[in-house]
């Protein structure tokens, strides 16, 4: 009984997830993907990565490892309505299937790894804010 019980929760919950993103899908596909929105998540997020690079550059955490910054977004299809919406923002389809990715976020122009990092996770986190599967990556170079 306490097992039945145990796997009728377990399926509620999954039932949970699944209309939640549901649910966002349709918010994003009637709220998010206008274009004087895209814009404004374009502008919020560039200016994150922007303040996030000032602030480590203003604490002197460029360092001495050289490389590169960008956000990966998963989408459902590189031509889905949030990848679209996407390509609006920057973004560009991804040689990974089910991926767009912006390299260099923010007006950073050196070549600072750390500071090139603080400025896609600042980018990615706006981004998931506004419930995109986001992620900021690095790569030396």
């Known amino acids: 009984m306490n ?3 145990f796997l009728l929760v377990v399926k509620l919950e999954q039932a ?6 549901m649910t966002m899908d349709l918010v994003k596909e009637i709220i998010m993907f206008k274009d004087e929105n895209i814009e404004q998540i374009r ?3 560039q200016a994150a990565a922007d303040k996030a690079q000032s602030d480590g550059l203003a ?7 050289c490389g ?11 031509n889905s309505k949030e990848a679209k919406a996407l390509e609006k923002m920057g973004f560009k389809k991804s040689y990974r299937p089910r991926r767009m990715d912006m390299w260099k976020p923010g007006h950073y122009n050196g ?12 980018y990615a986190e706006v981004l998931r804010n506004y ?3 986001a992620y900021g990556h690095s790569r030396a170079d």
């Open 43 to 45: 502008k919020e997020a």
């Open 3 to 5: 097992q039945l019980i």
């Open 68 to 78: 590169f910054g960008w956000v990966e977004v998963q989408v459902p299809r590189t």
């Open 16 to 21: 949970s997830l699944y209309y939640k993103e």
């Open 111 to 122: 070549q600072s790894m750390t500071i090139h990092e603080l400025g896609a996770d600042a």
């Open 131 to 133: 419930g995109f599967k």
């Open 59 to 65: 604490q002197g955490r460029e360092d001495a490892y």
